[in-house]
């Protein structure tokens, strides 16, 4: 669909709006999202010192709250009594109990088993058991993000979304900026919708618009449109008036992501 003189003048104004918004939450850290991935201290300090929590962490997001499924790592661990990847690797009757039993750690008991096990053998055979071996520094975004995509659970969307939190989060040095691009998330999808910066609901479209509005380094809008789909662009009633964009956004409260609700199934921290 081609774009309008009016969609590139909100575009225009909003693309530094969200810039801007992303440059704060990156200067600022996790402070500035709630200093959070979870609800549970112990396990959301699971996920910052341990990298293969991280990653395992990375499996959970799908289908469920984002607390809920970065917690996993840590409440896995407790049920396993261990963290060991080989163990993980060689005892999957083990992991697949842990996940199931009640209350279940994930919606997906049948799915999510088979691969924290199988990141577990793939870590130890081609990583040497460390999780940062995948996301070396001065590695390159794209490079990291398909060794991301490997895994068994982790498609486009979960890879391009871990590596930007590697490097907003965690500071991980990873070249390339101007090849990162924002997850084709449905809270990021709402808000370039809605905001006037893509007109159409695909990865392709909303990809493009990110590298439009923020060539250099176009993930860096990722955790911003997704903290503002989250906070306060959400499908019903959206908090126009309260929002980051609020002063600049044309507000096309009408359109929306089709085929999902107000589930927050999407996985920031
Ligand atoms: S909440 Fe309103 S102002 Fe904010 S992005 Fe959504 S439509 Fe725009």
New binding site residues.
């Given amino acids: 669909m081609s774009r309008r003189p009016s969609d590139r003048a909100e575009a225009a104004s909003v693309a530094p709006a969200l810039r801007a918004y992303g440059d704060e939450l990156a200067a600022g850290g996790a402070a500035q999202v709630g200093g959070a991935f979870t609800d549970d201290a112990a396990a959301d300090a699971f996920i910052k010192s341990v990298p293969e929590a991280f990653l395992i962490g990375v499996l959970f997001t799908q289908g469920i709250p984002a607390e809920r499924a970065w917690a996993g790592p840590y409440r896995l661990a407790t049920r396993l009594g261990h963290f060991d990847l080989a163990r993980i690797a060689a005892e999957p009757e083990s992991v697949a109990r842990a996940v199931a039993a009640p209350p279940a750690l994930h919606r997906f008991v049948r799915t999510l088993p088979g691969w924290i096990v199988a990141a577990s053998r793939r870590l130890i055979d081609e990583y040497g058991g460390s999780a940062a071996s995948v996301w070396p520094t001065g590695g390159h975004v794209l490079e990291v993000t398909e060794r991301l995509r490997a895994f068994p659970g982790i498609g486009e969307k979960k890879a391009v979304m871990a590596a930007e939190i590697l490097v907003r989060h965690f500071g991980v040095a990873l070249e390339g900026a101007e090849c990162g691009s924002v997850a084709y998330d449905v809270q990021v999808r709402?808000?370039f919708l809605?905001?006037g910066l893509a007109e159409e609901d695909t990865p392709e479209a909303i990809r493009e618009a990110a590298r439009r509005a923020c060539p250099e380094a176009p993930g860096t809008l990722d955790l911003a449109a997704w903290l503002?789909?989250r906070r306060?662009?959400?499908p019903r009633r959206?908090?126009?008036g309260e929002?980051?964009?609020?002063d600049v956004?044309?507000?096309?409260?009408d359109r929306d992501v089709a085929g999902v609700g107000a589930r927050r199934t999407a996985s920031r921290p």
């Fill in positions: 709402r808000v809605r905001s503002i789909g306060w662009c959400r959206p908090e126009c929002c980051r964009l609020g956004c044309p507000r096309h409260v």
